[in-house]
């Protein structure tokens, strides 16, 4: 997703923190581009401190993007082959003398 950010704070080379203002961002899976008016950068998100947007049409957009993303990991594949590869539990009778309680 781009955005436009008021403040964005990294950890950049030798653990020095930096900051841009008012910059354009494109959030990706492994990190942050950050592109001012002579350059770009890109930040994995380990060296990122914080990101901040005040323009509350673009705080809408990434706060629905953010909730999307959650419950797009929340029903991962993996989560719903998890469901489905649980067994159901065996129904016994309580008067079935082969039955054994404690299985």
Request: charged share 40%.
């Amino acid at each position: 997703m781009q955005v436009k950010a008021a403040l964005v704070r990294v950890r950049s080379v030798g653990n020095e923190e930096s900051s841009f203002e008012k910059v354009s961002i494109l959030l990706s899976d492994f990190g942050v581009y950050i592109k001012n008016e002579d350059s770009l950068h890109l930040f994995p998100w380990e060296k990122i401190l914080e990101i901040k947007w005040d323009d509350m049409k673009v705080v809408e957009r990434v706060w629905a993007e953010a909730v999307l993303d959650t419950l797009e990991d929340f029903m991962d594949d993996d989560f719903l082959d998890e469901i489905d590869a649980e067994e159901p539990e065996k129904e016994t009778k309580p008067d079935d003398p082969n039955a054994n309680p404690y299985e």
